[in-house]
């Protein structure tokens, strides 16, 4: 019998990390047509919750995504979701990353689905827009998410996983948003077998899902990375890993290639080295990006752009072909999703303050709980 209230993290307005409300009084939602309700296990922590609340979507801030800005926020109160135009509004329940069981289903769902484990596409939209861009919204900013014991997603945002598949809900958490990401920007780009692809940031959440795909798909991959992360990230897969730090980024990749210039660049981290990762592209090369924890202002010759004949990608709404294309290599075994810590969902504000200070390597989980006490229906 399914609970009348539930524990959920309420994010009250952009700012610190004061603006998470934990609360044990929050209704449970019931799923309306063609909807389910889904008991979350699972909600990985990622960048783009932490960069709502922080408000670093604003076109004002000109930073990277800092340690301190996570904490604090970048004194934005209002407009923080910046070009992302949605509809947010307070309080909001974030969490992009829903893994779980259907506990129960609205009208027009087959009540068969009761009881499936799932992993939840983060982005919901009118099934009759046929690019789902214009209609895009997404799980934890224009609809309640994942930090919460329960939430309501449409039916066929709920992608069924088998329940013998030998991966934690803790690692299949680490997929909506992370493992999404990577595939979307290399959907878009059109990476492919035979690329010599760069990753930048490829220690991260998105980075080591980008690793994998790239090396899934036959991919040639140079990795750069922290020099304490160089190892785990070698281990991936990764041809090459490339020390982020020290002088000359430009000239260490093309030492580690043997001289070859790139196909492709999949960067999330921008800042003072985007105009080096054009340098490295080939003529009629390709760069995608998803993000910019080094600093969304750069530098770009427009001269390098048209004159070699590139591309540039922005990836933030998956293709429709996304999120199935990822499930179905998880499912086949051919990546290999993985979480490196998790905490219960009350230590939020601490599992957050780890996240942006960037010591691990890959995603970390909540596990909201189940089982703490609420009046029953």
Not at 161 to 184: E, H, K, Q, R, Y
Not at 215 to 234: L, P, T, W
Not at 324 to 353: H, N, Y
Request: overall charge neutral; hydrophobic content about 40%.
């Amino acid at each position: 019998m399914l609970p009348k209230t539930m524990t959920a993290v309420h994010l009250t307005g952009h700012g610190g990390l004061d603006r998470l409300e934990l609360r044990h009084d929050v209704p449970v939602p019931k799923p309306g047509p063609c909807k389910v309700l889904v008991r979350v296990t699972a909600a990985g922590i990622n960048n783009t919750d932490i960069n709502t609340r922080t408000g670093w979507y604003n076109q004002a801030v000109s930073s990277g995504t800092t340690a301190e800005g996570g904490k604090d926020g970048f004194g934005v109160s209002e407009q923080g979701m910046g070009d992302w135009e949605g509809g947010l509004t307070f309080p909001r329940i974030q969490g992009a990353d829903a893994v779980g069981r259907i506990v129960a289903v609205g009208s027009g769902v087959e009540p068969g689905r009761v009881g499936e484990r799932v992993v939840c596409d983060p982005y919901i939209r009118d099934p009759d827009d046929v690019e789902g861009f214009d209609s895009a919204g997404f799980l934890g900013s224009e609809h309640d998410g994942a930090f919460a014991q329960y939430t309501v997603v449409p039916s066929l945002n709920a992608v069924s996983v088998p329940d013998d598949l030998p991966l934690s809900d803790a690692a299949l958490a680490t997929l909506p948003c992370s493992g999404g990401t990577a595939m979307n920007m290399l959907v878009i780009a059109g990476a492919k077998a035979g690329d010599l692809a760069l990753v930048t940031g490829a220690s991260g959440g998105v980075g080591t899902f980008l690793v994998q795909i790239l090396k899934a798909i036959g991919a040639e991959v140079v990795a750069v990375a922290g020099k304490s992360k160089m190892s785990a990230v070698s281990d991936l897969g990764a041809d090459h890993v490339i020390n982020r730090d020290g002088e000359d980024i430009l000239a260490r990749v093309l030492e580690g290639t043997g001289g070859r210039k790139l196909s492709l660049v999949a960067d999330v981290v921008g800042g003072a080295n985007f105009p080096n990762l054009l340098k490295l592209l080939r003529r009629g090369g390709r760069y995608v990006t998803a993000g910019a924890i080094g600093g969304p202002k750069v530098e770009l010759d427009l001269r390098m752009l048209y004159l070699k004949n590139l591309s540039l990608f922005g990836s933030t709404v998956y293709l429709r072909q996304t999120f199935p294309r990822l499930i179905d290599m998880v499912v086949s075994g051919k990546i290999k999703p993985f979480s490196t810590k998790s905490w219960p969902l009350a230590e939020i504000r601490a599992a957050q303050t780890e996240f942006f200070e960037k010591k691990h390597v890959g995603s970390l989980v909540l596990l909201p709980s189940a089982s703490e006490g609420t009046p029953c229906i």
